[in-house]
């Protein structure tokens, strides 16, 4: 049976917390460890201080009601470097890295080239409400980091040990819960983006955090279906999709105690994967010990089952819905999918897709899930 007792308590495990230190141009470095004290290192590189004023902008499309993230800047991100020019992997001289330090666990930082800025540092900021102009423009506030999985190059987040992995999960949670606690912030969204074919110019194991001053407009769909849900049922809408997944067992990949794995209904993506806790919590901060580790497992299966399932490293996107414990709709949750639609073909989104975002699958959801079983298995 699924424990989906909204009234149970968060879970009380501890966060860890995060050894701090500048980079040489004032922006913030978290090191995260289990095993020993992090020890950074000075960062001796010349690079620019940070502006003073947002260099990013919020545009509101009037069409839509979505906010259009403007950058500029971010054409000057490093782009496919050598292996030895990294500037993820440590260097404990301090000068080639965005890690100045001999090794490192988990690290945190501030993204150089964001997409949104922490270059206000006031009490808070709010976006102009809809008030007829169709030419709003913002200054874009909020903040962008850099998560580092490991320090070898050549790793991926699914050859972690289940350790490791929980150490990623708590750093996850420690951050949302700060960024969430920022004035300012309505939403944050931890990914991880792999592979080429996704789109990574750098190929050291790595995910990003972003903390928004709006709602996504995915969030801000799914919260609208979920009230309409409840409006016409009286249950919360993703209680109700574990239930039916679980109930029917057609697309369940992985059931343990505290963790569901399952390919959805009305998958989109090839080898489309959802990661439900199956008490209802609303972040990776809620969750108790047992539900972490639990969690962590069955993240690293699905991504091993991804590496297995054509016999290379699948490209994917993984992404974690989550919501403040306040919220009056929402449940944690992870989505991954690849665009490797076969061993040798890609599925780029066509005029459908891009042009009115509905999507043709080639496959349906239950032989995707049947494959993916096999390989999990």
């Known amino acids: 049976m699924i424990d989906t007792d909204p009234q149970a308590p968060p879970g009380p495990r501890a966060l860890p917390t995060p050894v701090r230190a500048p980079l040489a141009d004032g922006r913030e470095i978290l090191f995260f460890a289990q095993e020993s004290e992090p020890v950074p290192a000075a960062d001796h590189r010349e690079l620019p201080p940070q502006p003073t004023e947002t260099p990013t902008l919020l545009r509101r499309d009037p069409q839509t009601g979505d906010w259009?993230?403007?950058?500029?800047?971010?054409?000057?991100?490093?782009?496919?470097?050598?292996?030895?020019?990294?500037?993820?992997?440590?260097?404990?001289?301090?000068?080639s890295s965005e890690v100045p330090a001999a090794d490192y666990e988990v690290v945190v930082f501030e993204n150089r080239f964001p997409s949104l800025s922490t270059a206000h540092r006031g009490s808070g900021f709010a976006l102009t409400a809809d008030d007829g102009d169709l030419t709003?423009?913002?200054?874009?506030?909020?903040?962008?980091?850099?998560?580092?999985?490991?320090?070898?190059?050549?790793?991926?987040?699914?050859?972690?040990?289940?350790?490791?992995?929980?150490?990623?999960?708590?750093?996850w949670a420690q951050r949302t819960t700060d960024l969430l606690g920022r004035d300012g912030v309505e939403e944050v969204f931890c990914f991880e983006n792999r592979g080429e074919a996704i789109g990574v110019t750098l190929s050291h194991p790595h995910g990003q955090i972003y903390a928004y001053p709006f709602r996504t407009h995915r969030t801000?769909?799914?919260?609208?279906?979920?009230?309409?849900?409840?409006?016409?049922?009286?249950?919360?809408?993703?209680?109700?999709?574990?239930a039916a997944e679980t109930a029917?067992?057609?697309?369940?990949?992985?059931?343990?105690?505290?963790?569901?794995?399952?390919?959805?209904?009305a998958a989109r993506w090839p080898a489309e994967v959802h990661i439900y806790p199956n008490r209802h919590r609303r972040h990776l901060g809620e969750l108790t010990d047992a539900e972490a580790d639990d969690l962590a497992r069955v993240y690293l299966s699905v991504l091993r089952g991804y590496d297995d399932l054509y016999g290379f490293p699948l490209p994917y996107i993984a992404s974690w819905h989550q919501y403040r414990s306040d919220a009056a709709?929402?449940?944690?949750?992870?989505?991954?999918?690849?665009?490797?639609?076969?061993?040798?073909?890609?599925?780029?989104?066509?005029?459908?897709?891009?042009?009115?975002?509905?999507?043709?699958?080639?496959?349906?959801?239950?032989?995707?899930?049947?494959?993916?079983?096999?390989?999990?298995?």
């Open 248 to 265: 029917s067992g057609e697309r369940i990949l992985v059931r343990t105690e505290h963790t569901t794995a399952f390919v959805p209904f």
């Open 136 to 171: 709003v423009e913002q200054p874009g506030h909020g903040r962008c980091e850099v998560v580092c999985f490991s320090s070898d190059h050549e790793a991926s987040f699914a050859g972690l040990t289940p350790e490791r992995a929980r150490l990623v999960v708590d750093v």
């Open 68 to 95: 259009v993230m403007i950058a500029p800047a971010r054409q000057l991100r490093t782009y496919k470097p050598p292996r030895q020019m990294c500037p993820l992997c440590p260097d404990p001289s301090g000068r």
């Open 329 to 377: 709709e929402g449940y944690l949750h992870a989505e991954l999918f690849s665009v490797q639609r076969s061993s040798d073909k890609l599925k780029y989104l066509a005029g459908s897709e891009s042009g009115r975002d509905a999507f043709v699958t080639d496959k349906t959801p239950e032989d995707i899930a049947a494959q993916l079983r096999e390989v999990i298995r």
């Open 220 to 242: 801000r769909t799914m919260i609208r279906e979920a009230q309409a849900h409840r409006a016409a049922t009286g249950s919360n809408l993703f209680e109700d999709i574990l």
